[in-house]
């Protein structure tokens, strides 16, 4: 009968190598890369009958590779890690990633994992999805610190009878309030073009902003003439409305002390 191994050397057309770690535990030498070119750290726990589920296991070796330049050390990143970790078919057990398969899916399943491993290594994808998850966390703590005297408010509805549209921040502003929008998608930004016109339909008085995580690369050419043509002020990045958007407040608005 072919082993496992035999039948992996003939699929990977022998390019690959075993190492017995321990009994039970064997080290899958594989030409599958990290992005940097460090080889992606594989073992299988073999079972002790034939027909038996075999679990390729990074051996905590992802994570720890990955701390020494990025630190998952908010809720937030591990709720984020997380997903990534699920969506990619793989589990995680006390800091250990790992996937279930049979002897007959072996080849398959570890080029599954190494993708998922690689993936989860890359720092650009976990920095630009957390960068993307964090929008309206880092939007409030800005208004929360710097915004404060203006009294924010969060999720007002300026009509009653249509509380499908609401304003993410109301600020107790003179002569009139502003109504603050944090947009990160079309969605979003359809949503508050919308708003707007209704509150004006409505006569609400007031001054919008929108800050958006970032314009020119969320929004599509017809959907930035749009709100472009309906709202009062537009920050085309957060970063911009934090290193700006008080002094904005401070010209446009007298504070409620």
């Known amino acids: 009968m072919i082993s496992v191994f035999d039948r992996l050397t003939a699929e990977f057309n022998g390019h690959i190598a075993f190492r017995e770690r321990r009994p039970g535990i064997v080290q899958v030498l594989a030409p599958l890369f990290h992005e940097d070119g460090d080889m992606v750290d594989m073992f299988i726990a073999m079972p ?21 330049s990025f630190n998952v050390d908010t809720p937030t990143k591990q709720k984020i890690l997380d997903r990534i970790i699920n969506e990619n078919g793989i589990q ?19 080029l599954q994992f190494a993708q998922a491993i690689a993936k989860i290594s890359n720092m650009q994808i976990l920095k630009s999805e957390i960068v993307k998850s964090l929008f309206y966390e880092m939007l409030g703590e800005f208004i929360n610190s710097k915004l404060n005297p203006y009294r924010p408010f969060r999720e007002y509805h300026p009509v009653p009878d249509r509380d499908d549209l609401d304003v993410d921040w109301k600020f107790d502003t003179h002569p009139k309030h502003i109504f603050l929008f944090g947009v990160n998608n079309t969605s979003k930004a359809r949503l508050a073009t919308l708003a707007c016109l209704e509150f004006q339909r409505k006569l609400v008085p ?8 970032n314009f020119e690369d969320e929004l599509s050419k017809k959907d930035q003439t749009r709100i472009t043509n309906v709202v009062d ?6 970063q911009e409305f934090q290193s700006t ?3 904005y407040f401070k010209r446009e608005a007298i504070s409620v002390q």
């Open 245 to 247: 958007g008080e002094e």
């Open 92 to 110: 995680q057990q006390r800091g250990r990633l790992y996937l279930d398969t049979m002897p007959e899916a072996l080849y398959p399943s570890l």
């Open 48 to 68: 002790k009958d034939a027909g038996g589920i075999i679990r390729i296991s990074d051996h905590g070796m992802t994570l720890m590779r990955l701390s020494y």
């Open 233 to 238: 002020k537009q920050f085309t990045s957060l």
């Open 206 to 213: 007031f001054r919008s902003v929108i800050v958006h995580e």
